[in-house]
T-cell receptor, first 113, second 116 residues
């Protein structure tokens, strides 16, 4: 158990819809990261938050947005969903410092029909 | 330039043999950390091993060891005595010290198949 909790585990929805993915980081971790992994693909970095503030942005579409709340949990909002958004979405958290690993949640598997 | 390069899309190894998965990195930061993750077919990402840029010795964790060659900027993962359960995708990652965001950079991964 990594200590990172992601909900829901599975999500099935239709094109054009909006969904929210939720992540609770490990206790004490201030950084939260979101990744997208399409079928048989690598990890695509989306966005990072540190203690409530956006720290780094990757290839995140304008239709996607995220935030980190005062209790450090984070949400990833995906809107106007397209078939190509079907993927495994990971949340990870880490402590501060370059020697600290990321710990991943189990992911949310999003299927767009 | 790519921060992390994994040049082996797929690797095969006989059960009980050792295998080396390659990883090279690019950074000008003297302080950095290198990480390896395993992703089995079930999908979860599992942290395996860490090597710091100032570490004098290669990191080891059970059957996993890291062949760290700083001058060549390589951090290869060595899995000894391969088991069927080692079949998975393996990702190399780096985190820089001076990067205020402490962003992680991942390679594209290597798919390892252990043959009985």
């Amino acid at each position: 158990d990594s200590g990172v909790t992601q909900t829901p585990k599975h999500l099935i929805t239709a094109t054009g819809q909006r969904v929210t993915l939720r992540c609770s980081p490990r206790s004490g971790d201030l950084s939260v990261y979101w990744y997208q992994q399409s079928l048989d693909q690598g990890l695509q970095f989306l966005i990072q938050y540190y203690n409530g503030e956006e720290r780094a942005k990757g290839n995140i579409l304008e239709r996607f947005s995220a935030q980190q709340f005062p209790d450090l949990h984070s949400e990833l909002n995906l809107s106007s969903l397209e078939l190509g958004d079907s993927a495994l979405y990971f949340c990870a958290s880490s402590a501060t410092g370059y020697n600290q690993p990321q710990h991943f949640g189990d992911g949310t598997r999003l299927s767009i029909l | 330039a790519q921060k992390i390069t994994q040049t082996q899309p797929g690797m095969f190894v006989q059960e009980k043999e050792a295998v080396t998965l390659d990883c090279t990195y690019d950074t000008s930061d003297p302080s950095y950390g290198l990480f390896w993750y395993k992703q089995p077919s079930s999908g979860e990402m599992i942290f395996l091993i860490y090597q710091g840029s100032y570490d004098q010795q290669n990191a080891t964790e059970g059957r996993y060891s890291l062949n760290f060659q700083k001058a060549r900027k390589s951090a290869n993962l060595v899995i000894s005595a391969s088991q069927l359960g080692d079949s998975a995708m393996y990702f190399c990652a780096m985190r820089e010290g001076r990067n205020t965001g402490n962003q992680f950079y991942f390679g594209t991964g290597t798919s390892l198949t252990v043959i009985p």
